[in-house]
């Protein structure tokens, strides 16, 4: 089993690796935000599965790692196709743990992170000279029952924080981290869809985060980084 970074959606953006790993497999077995393009690049006698969750519906991870070591075992080569980077919140590491346990070899792919592609991809550079030493990736989405991410600290951290995952709960967010001393007038930037034909930026400030509307899948970052478009300079 190959666990395959897909990247943050545009095909050239894949590795050279990941694109012959899916030339030449059996199965792929993929998730709901890898794209069509992507997807194309798979043999055309590939079996294509998807275990993509979706709000309130989606395959369970355990499912998941039962059906990638049968498939393994049935001495097909399968690729794990998952959005960004496998093992940046994509639960690669989850999988790798049960492939391994298994007895099952895997062969990790990195990818490109949105953290990293979608602010990029919008001309917001995460890091820069007087501005931004340091960012920060955190996921906006907990499972119930896990400790909940330390706003009020993040705020205090300075430099950039990119949150994945955060659409939904951008309210909460942005109240937490003004809590905790980060002011209102700090630049915020969207990032949807990055990468692809669909992609668009929503820019304001964090105080008017929770009323701005934001359409999912999007990549939301924070600092005074995000009032930067250095690709339309």
Not at 5 to 10: E, K, L, M, T, V
Request: glycine share 12%; with cysteine.
């Amino acid at each position: 089993v190959a666990l395959v970074g897909a990247g943050p959606g545009d095909p050239d953006l894949l590795t050279v690796r990941a694109a012959g790993l899916l030339a030449a497999a059996d199965v792929v077995v993929h998730d709901a935000l890898v794209g069509d393009g992507v997807l194309a690049l798979a043999a055309p006698t590939a079996e294509l599965i998807d275990v993509g969750k979706r709000p309130g519906n989606g395959v369970a991870q355990d499912l998941i790692n039962l059906l990638l070591v049968r498939l393994a075992r049935e001495g097909k080569q399968v690729v794990r196709l998952k959005g960004g980077d496998p093992f940046v919140f994509g639960r690669g590491g989850e999988e790798a743990v049960a492939l391994a346990e298994a007895g099952i070899v895997c062969e990790v792919v990195p990818g490109i992170t949105s953290a990293i592609a979608a602010p990029g991809a919008a001309g917001v550079p995460v890091t820069y000279r007087g501005l931004s030493a340091s960012f920060t990736v955190v996921t906006g989405h907990r499972q119930r029952g896990e400790s909940p991410v330390n706003w009020a600290a993040l705020a205090q951290v300075g430099g950039t924080i990119v949150v994945l995952m955060g659409v939904a709960q951008r309210g909460d967010i942005a109240a937490a981290l003004m809590a905790g001393g980060l002011s209102p007038d700090t630049p915020v930037a969207a990032v949807g869809s990055a990468t692809t034909q669909s992609q668009h930026v929503v820019r304001c400030r964090l105080a008017d985060l929770a009323t701005t509307t934001v359409h999912a899948p999007a990549t939301i970052v924070i600092g005074p980084v995000a009032a930067l478009d250095v690709v339309a300079l």
